[in-house]
Nanobody, 117 residues
């Protein structure tokens, strides 16, 4: 069955960096658009970044533009989120999502990112 496993979260000081990874199995990863979402306590889940199946196009939320970078390695079935210049407001659970169509999508379980001094 389809599975997405996120890793790389943790505690980091403001201004620091983290790289999240999401490794897929059980489906044809290279055919899917991949996205990272986040959800902070008491807030709705929001789209952070997305990348097309070939990696030719990326999209970012305004709040992370210039600080975060999404990339993928289709040979490793993995999507990454490089997060630089982290702020306290980036604290959230981060989820990856694989999207083939509006009715075919998979979510990972999430990895916690906490930005605090």
């Amino acid at each position: 069955q389809a599975q997405l496993v996120e890793s790389g979260g943790g505690l980091v000081q403001p201004g620091g960096s983290l790289r999240l990874s999401c490794t897929a199995s059980g489906f044809t990863f290279r055919a899917y658009t991949m996205s990272w979402y986040r959800q902070a306590p008491g807030k709705e889940r929001e789209l952070v970044a997305s990348i097309t199946s070939t990696g030719s196009r990326t999209n970012y939320a305004d709040s992370v533009k210039g600080r975060f970078a999404i990339s993928r390695d289709n040979a490793k079935n993995t999507v990454y989120l490089q997060m630089n210049s982290l702020k306290t407001e980036d604290t959230a659970m981060y989820y990856c999502k694989a999207i083939l169509s509006p009715v075919t999508a998979y979510w990972g379980q999430g990895t916690q990112v906490t930005v605090s001094s």
